[in-house]
Every structure is written in C-alpha cells, then in structure tokens.
T-cell receptor
Framework: DSGVTQTPKHLITATGQRVTLRCSPRSGDLSVYWYQQSLDQGLQFLIQYYNGEERAKGNILERFSAQQFPDLHSELNLSSLELGDSALYFC?????????????FGQGTRLTVV | AQSVAQPEDQVNVAEGNPLTVKCTYSVSGNPYLFWYVQYPNRGLQFLLKYITGDNLVKGSYGFEAEFNKSQTSFHLKKPSALVSDSALYFCAVSFPYSSASKIIFGSGTRLSIRP
C-alpha cells in the first residue's frame, strides 16, 4: 500500500458528461501529480500541485481541470467527456515540490466513456 | 526537448537468465533518474533512483541500474530473472532545477519471464 488513495476505482459514464476524480496523498506529502495512462500513449503527465498551488502543467486538455485543497487532497475534473478520454488516471504524491525523491502512486481510477 | 526513451516495447527472458531493460534520456543538466514497475491493475511502484554518486544503483527485488552519463542511459538490470518479475517497467526522469518540476515517463517496456 503506497498510502495514496484514489476514488472511485472504476467509473463508467457517457460522452458529454462531467466526472470528478479524487486523490488523497500520503500523509505529509505536499505535492500531488496527475497522470493519464492509455493503451496507445503510455503515461502522460497532466498537472502538478504543490501545497495548494499549481506547479507544473503537462498535456492537460482545456476540458480538464484540477485543484488541491487546504487539506492537500486533490480533485481532477474532466468535462465534455469523449470516447478518447477513456483511460486509467493515476494520482501520485511526494513530499516536496522539487522532485528529488520518488513519487508514490495510487492504484488509479479506470474511466470508461461510452 | 527533454525526453525519455525506452526503445523496446517488450523484453522476453528465460527464468534464471540475466535481464536488461533499456532507457535513454535527452535532457540538459543533471536529471534525477528513476525506475518504476507496474503490475496488472496496480499503480506504479518505485524500484530505484539515481540522484548522484555511484553510477550503479541497487533497488528493490534485486534490481539494479547503471547510470552512464556519456551515453545518457540508465538501463535496468537483474542478474537472475524470476517469473514474478513479469510486469510493465517505466523509466522516468525529473528535472530538479527546472521551473516545471515534474516527472517524465518513458513509454514503458513489458518484461515477460518464461519458466
């Protein structure tokens, strides 16, 4: 158990809908990272938050947004969903904003858009 | 552009034989290098990292990796493969002095160990 909790584990929704994925980082970790893993594109970095503030942004679509709350949990919001958004979404956490240590990954949320 | 490459989509090894999973990177400066493993329906698990110092890094489950600055490589190795090593392996790079601190992952290599 990595200590990172992601909910829900599975999510099935229709095109055009909006969903929220939740991540609770390890106790004490200030950084949260979101990744998308799809079969044809590997693991893609979406966005990072550090202590409530956005720190880095990767290949995140404008239809997607995220935030980190004062209690350090994070939510990834996906809207106007398309079939191509079906993927495994991972959250990871680490103690610091600068990566000099490993990140700890949750077990992911599998999103299926039908 | 900063990138990480895992040139092999799949590596097949017989149990008991040595294994190597290749990783090369293209970055400026001195990155931090990582290997992660992903078992089916699980999140990524950290195996080992190179920050500085000895080029040979030892990690979990008997894995090790060798940092080669001149070849910009960080290959994962194990002297004797186990069937239980079969999984998806990711090489990753982070840039500690970049304004965009993030981890970039390679495309992954599926390691298959046959009995």
């Amino acid at each position: 158990d990595s200590g990172v909790t992601q909910t829900p584990k599975h999510l099935i929704t229709a095109t055009g809908q909006r969903v929220t994925l939740r991540c609770s980082p390890r106790s004490g970790d200030l950084s949260v990272y979101w990744y998308q893993q799809s079969l044809d594109q590997g693991l893609q970095f979406l966005i990072q938050y550090y202590n409530g503030e956005e720190r880095a942004k990767g290949n995140i679509l404008e239809r997607f947004s995220a935030q980190q709350f004062p209690d350090l949990h994070s939510e990834l919001n996906l809207s106007s969903l398309e079939l191509g958004d079906s993927a495994l979404y991972f959250c990871a956490s680490s103690p610091l904003g600068q990566i000099n240590t490993e990140a700890f990954f949750g077990q992911g949320t599998r999103l299926t858009v039908v | 552009a900063q990138s990480v490459a895992q040139p092999e989509d799949q590596v097949n090894v017989a149990e008991g034989n040595p294994l190597t999973v290749k990783c090369t990177y293209s970055v400026s400066g001195n990155p931090y290098l990582f290997w992660y493993v992903q078992y089916p329906n699980r999140g990524l698990q950290f195996l080992l990292k190179y920050i500085t110092g000895d080029n040979l890094v030892k990690g979990s489950y008997g894995f090790e990796a060798e940092f080669n600055k001149s070849q910009t490589s960080f290959h994962l190795k194990k002297p004797s493969a186990l069937v239980s090593d079969s999984a998806l392996y990711f090489c990753a790079v982070s840039f500690p002095y970049s304004s965009a601190s993030k981890i970039i992952f390679g495309s992954g290599t599926r390691l298959s160990i046959r009995p």
